[in-house]
């Protein structure tokens, strides 16, 4: 089946730990993006990525990295300069064009430890 | 920056009853887009509206893009149980930035 897979689902971070949350898909989508959700909150975007090799910071990039070197995966580490990084990440992808749908995977609950 | 305001955050209703949720950007939209948000779940993506004055129609749920291509509305006709969750609207000014309103979440009550 096609889709966008996250892992893990659950992830604690310690005090000054990098973590790697992972975005894979196999639906053939040139853009990826990362979303964080609070609480009761929408979604605030991170970061994203139109290309390979390519990716532009989004609203709240501070403390976050990414890379882009296949276009299947689009890695989200959350670094130790995040001072507040318990939340709900969502990674989506979607078509090259920008302005079609996101599909959306089942998310990491990230909380510190 | 721009941005998309959604209201109200929350709305309780009595199954039955109708529901509606409203979206404003600050800025022009080339396109808006609605998602579902199950409690738990991730969002699900709904409906695309591109046209300005744009009517579409999914069973119960009727979705609107206003003229100035500014804001939007989502109207559950006779909610049911299962429309239970969080609904969000999205929009962008034709790159690959999509802005997500705050959404809204409804309760309804069997």
């Known amino acids: 089946d096609g889709g966008i897979t996250q892992s893990p689902k659950y992830l604690f971070r310690k005090e000054g730990q990098n973590v790697t949350l992972s975005c894979e898909q196999n639906?053939?989508?040139?853009?990826m993006y990362w979303y964080r959700q609070d609480p009761g909150q929408g979604l605030r975007l991170i970061y994203y990525?139109?290309?390979?090799?390519?990716?532009q910071k989004g609203d709240i990039a501070e403390g976050y990295s990414v890379s882009r070197e296949k276009k299947e995966s689009f890695p989200l580490t959350v670094t130790s300069a995040q001072k507040n990084p318990t939340a709900f990440y969502l990674c989506?992808?979607?078509?090259?064009?920008?302005?079609?749908?996101?599909?959306f995977g089942s998310g990491t609950q990230l909380s510190v430890l | 920056g721009q941005q998309v305001m959604q209201i109200p955050q929350y709305q309780h209703v009595q199954e039955g009853e109708d529901f509606t949720t409203y979206c404003n950007s600050s800025?022009?939209?080339?396109?808006i887009q609605w998602y579902k948000q199950r409690p738990g779940g991730h969002p699900v993506f709904l409906i695309q509206?591109?046209?300005?004055?744009e009517v579409k129609k999914q069973k119960r749920l009727t979705f609107q893009f206003g003229e100035a291509k500014k804001n939007s509305s989502l109207h559950i006709t006779a909610t049911q149980t299962t429309d239970v969750g969080t609904y969000f609207c999205?929009?962008?000014?034709?790159?690959?930035?999509?802005?997500f309103g705050a959404g809204t979440r409804l309760f309804v009550k069997a």
């Open positions: 999205a929009g962008d000014t034709g790159g690959f930035k999509t802005i």
């Open positions: 989506a992808s979607s078509g090259r064009q920008g302005m079609e749908k996101l599909f």
């Open positions: 639906l053939n989508h040139d853009a």
């Open positions: 509206l591109v046209k300005s004055g």
């Open positions: 990525s139109q290309i390979v090799n390519d990716f």
């Open positions: 800025t022009t939209l080339s396109n």
